[in-house]
């Protein structure tokens, strides 16, 4: 039986009595604060299992220095889960340079909560005090800490967060159908340790019952003690997993731990689009708990978006969603949308703007391949390839788009989210005309990273020339218009197989072009990336060639060269330009040192600030 779902899930007992609540059924403690937004985990997973009727409490940022916060709620009927945030604790706290942020957009007022490690910090204290309730862990932290991982902020290779946190389930992905099998099946009696079958988690058992089997096919891969000692047993137990994170064909994936042996049941199959519509089309009320008295940062600019589809083909290296949300898009309803849309002109503060309409990539809307319904993404090769199995049509997201448009009190929608700029390049109707005009704040975000073909190939980004047919073709949009529009680049510093030649390059191709990099990217090796593998390895994970790391002050170097216009790194700029020998570059024409008006030192000649 459905339950009605309430304005905000609750999060005290006071809210718990007054929807006649004695005990939860289930309770998320969370590394955020409760945000009721379609954006935001916690809010997500808590109305999908209120939606199959299980009632739901939120334990928010608690104090895990103390007991007290843990507590508040009582013990749950079926299960904890416990959802760090939507952020790895560590990426949230800590900056590339390994300094400690000062704020938290995910906090109120921004003040940072949330404890180093959250997802093994809050399992840790909910099972010391509730010993004999099962606990199940998820959020993006969990999820691609699943496998033995290299770890940047202690430096070193740790084992599977579920060899380390006391829990029973690990969700990874998305979560929404995992969490509602378990909370179904923890319902009809069966105990937490027989939950080995559910697509989309993990488990771990002891090695005296390991017996090479599960319920799916199984591939081992090298162990944490192999891994952890060698480099190249790394890299190929890295490209093992990667290959698996195929929701048609995939195995699962087994690992010994020293105590125990983590094995990853495959993905969870990809979400219809009735079943995307359903979650998307729960009754959010787009706003922060009314407990809190100070905003939270990270709702603002997405309080008035859209989420269009899953999934991203794209399978950058630097990025984790080939092991999260996977390759296969996953789209909504043109009709939902236009649903969601009218519900947002209903609300307080709505002035008539959509801000968003996208995903990971918002122009892989509505692209299917006819294989992913029966053999998922290829392994060998990436959707961006000019495959023929999957027409490049921006058909279907100008269609929403128009009908979004046309929506009685909305006035305009803009893509906030980016598209990849290689997809409107090939598409031959070429959406960039429509977009300008009429989807564009004033700053088209895109994502080159980088321009150097060496260090493309290894992000799985397009070349140079695909971007450069991309802006010339926005410039032609931007001919005859009174208020331009701009490019907004993302470029990264410090990837593997960069190296300061190509950091000058990319710089003097930023100048050249009359780009303006707004964010500097230098790059963090976050858990379960290709480009993380490679960071520690110093291998192509694929090939097992190796790959030059920047580190240290090369690193430095190459991040004040992205941001050459900075006067504070200048020094760093120029011991580049010196120690490359490119004299033509410094100086112009040979031996010429005239100082440029202003007297602007050598770098600013060069490089044009």
Not at 59 to 79: K, M, T, V
Not at 175 to 202: F, H, Y
Not at 406 to 429: C, N
Not at 442 to 449: D, Q, S, T
Request: net charge positive; proline share 8%; hydrophobic share 35%.
């Amino acid at each position: 039986m459905k339950r009605r779902q309430p304005k905000f899930l609750p999060m005290t007992v006071a809210e718990a009595k007054n929807l006649r609540i004695d005990q939860f059924d289930v309770i998320i403690v969370s590394g955020d604060a409760y945000v009721d937004h379609p954006s935001f985990s916690t809010a997500v997973i808590g109305r999908v299992l209120w939606d199959a009727g299980f009632s739901v409490g939120v334990i928010a940022q608690p104090d895990w220095r103390s007991d007290d916060d843990f507590h508040q709620l009582g013990s749950p009927r079926l299960f904890f889960a416990i959802c760090p945030g939507n952020c790895d604790s560590l990426v949230n706290n800590y900056t590339a340079a390994r300094k400690r942020r000062s704020g938290d957009v995910y906090s109120p007022g921004g003040r940072p909560r949330r404890p180093d490690r959250a997802a093994t910090v809050y399992s840790d204290k909910v099972h010391s005090l509730f010993p004999d309730v099962p606990l199940v862990l998820g959020g993006i932290e969990a999820s691609l800490r699943r496998f033995a991982h290299y770890d940047y902020w202690s430096d070193s290779v740790r084992h599977s967060i579920l060899a380390d946190a006391p829990a029973d389930l690990l969700v990874y992905g998305m979560g929404e159908q995992q969490v509602r099998e378990i909370a179904m099946r923890l319902d009809r009696g069966e105990r937490a340790d027989s939950l080995t079958d559910i697509r989309g988690t993990v488990y771990r058992i002891p090695p005296s019952r390991y017996d090479g089997t599960c319920a799916f096919p199984l591939l081992e891969v090298p162990s944490f003690s192999e891994v952890s000692g060698d480099k190249e047993a790394y890299a190929r137990a890295f490209a093992l997993h990667y290959r698996e994170q195929n929701p048609i064909l995939g195995k699962a994936v087994a690992q010994r731990h020293p105590k125990t042996v983590i094995i990853q049941n495959p993905p969870a199959l990809p979400l219809t689009t009735p079943e995307l519509d359903a979650i998307y089309e729960l009754p959010y009320s787009r706003e922060a708990h009314p407990s809190y008295t100070l905003p939270i940062p990270a709702l603002e600019p997405v309080k008035f978006s859209l989420t269009s589809h899953r999934g991203c083909f794209g399978a950058c290296a630097f990025c984790a969603l080939t092991h999260h949300q996977g390759r296969i898009i996953q789209s909504r309803s043109i009709g939902s949308l236009v649903r969601e849309a009218t519900r947002l002109t209903r609300m307080p503060g709505f002035s008539g703007v959509i801000s968003d309409v996208g995903g990971p990539t918002a122009n892989m809307y509505g692209m299917e391949c006819p294989r992913w319904t029966t053999a998922g993404p290829c392994p060998d090769r990436a959707c961006t390839e000019n495959c023929p199995n999957l027409p490049v049509s921006h058909q279907r997201q100008m269609a929403l788009l128009r009908r979004l448009r046309e929506v009685p009190g909305v006035r305009r929608v803009f893509i906030g989210s980016g598209v990849r700029y290689d997809l409107i390049v090939a598409d031959p109707q070429n959406p960039l005309p429509e977009i300008c005009a009429h989807h564009v704040s004033g700053h088209l975000k895109v994502a080159p990273e980088h321009i150097s073909r060496a260090v493309t190939t290894l992000m799985g980004k397009p070349e140079k020339e695909v971007f450069e047919r991309f802006l010339a073709s926005f410039k032609e949009c931007q001919e005859g218009k009174e208020k331009k529009q701009y490019i907004l680049p993302y470029f990264m510093s410090g990837h593997p197989g960069c190296t300061v030649e190509d950091m000058i390059d990319l710089a003097v191709f930023i100048r050249d072009h009359d780009l303006y990099t707004e964010q500097v990217q230098d790059f963090t090796p976050t858990p379960m990336t290709v480009s993380t593998c490679m960071y520690y390895t110093g291998l192509n994970p694929f090939t097992l060639e190796p790959v030059h790391v920047p580190k240290g002050r090369e690193k430095q170097i190459q991040r004040a060269l992205l941001s050459y216009r900075d006067a504070k790194t200048r020094h760093l700029v120029d011991e580049a330009l010196h120690s490359s020998g490119r004299r033509d570059l410094l100086y112009g024409k040979k031996g010429s040192r005239t100082p440029g008006r202003r007297g602007r030192n050598l770098t600013s000649r060069v490089l044009g600030t």
